[in-house]
């Protein structure tokens, strides 16, 4: 049991790894023993953060723009070269548009759907072969991160971004029965309102958004790196295509 939650001698790559979400789950994932390497398009902002989260443990920087496939491909290539297997891929890169449905253009339907939904299959087909790599010994572990506008109605106009994420849920389901059978555990995770660049009122007006939410608070570092690790560890081997939602009670009050 000591052993449970423990991600000792794994090795990880979490997109979006930079800030928000993804870098409280990469340190969540260093603070238990794994080996983390972190994605974001900025390449100077991953670079800064891998220097910062090395300090908790080893900690690599692999800049890469996945809402192409070329480009997640060519991230799981460079990934590849410097590893020869993966056990724990965090689908975390994301993007969100809100605009009135009378204005809604194009660029923001594409732009989101394409790296919150398209990115996390094409990305995992990529790295396919590395996960089954990983998976001889121990179940690889594939963890998408959606959020709780997938599962109840967010009263903001973000079409696109709801949309993707409850598309998400629904393909996770789906890719956890195939990738099952190659002892890869496919999941997810929804989360609330955490202080994040992608949800600023959150993180600018935390006390306000917190009257909102039955927890009384929004969601803290340590909320979000222990259902990671959860689902990344020995604990969650027998999870299988379930969305788990971290939101404090949000999605319960919403009408």
Not at 200 to 219: L, T
Request: hydrophobic share 45%; proline share 4%; with cysteine.
């Amino acid at each position: 049991m000591k052993e449970l939650f423990s991600l000792q001698g794994r090795t990880a790559l979490v997109t979006g790894g930079s800030r928000g979400i993804g870098r409280m789950i990469a340190t969540g994932f260093l603070s238990q023993g794994a080996r983390v390497y972190i994605s974001s398009r900025k390449a100077q902002a991953c670079d800064q953060a891998a220097r910062e989260l090395s300090t908790l443990g080893p900690c690599i920087s692999l800049p890469a723009d996945v809402s192409t496939v070329a480009g997640a491909q060519g991230l799981a290539a460079a990934f590849g070269v410097r590893e020869p297997a993966l056990d724990i891929l965090v689908n975390n890169a994301g993007a969100a548009w809100g605009e009135s449905f009378d204005t809604f253009p194009e660029s923001g339907w594409d732009k989101v759907m394409d790296l919150n939904l398209k990115s996390p299959f094409f990305l995992t087909q990529a790295l396919h072969e590395l996960l089954r790599a990983g998976a001889k010994s121990h179940p690889a572990k594939v963890i998408n991160v959606a959020s709780v506008d997938g599962v109840s109605v967010n009263p903001m106009e973000t079409y696109s971004y709801a949309a993707s994420k409850a598309g998400l849920i629904h393909l996770t389901k789906r890719m956890s029965l195939r990738l099952v059978k190659d002892n890869i555990m496919v999941s997810g995770i929804a989360p609330g309102a955490f202080a994040s660049e992608m949800n600023r009122d959150a993180r600018d007006n935390a006390e306000a958004v917190a009257q909102r939410i039955p927890a009384g608070r929004i969601g803290v570092d340590e909320d979000m790196a222990g259902v990671a690790i959860y689902l990344a560890s020995r604990a969650g081997d027998y999870v299988v295509g379930q969305t788990i939602v971290v939101d404090g009670g949000v999605t319960l009050s919403r009408s």
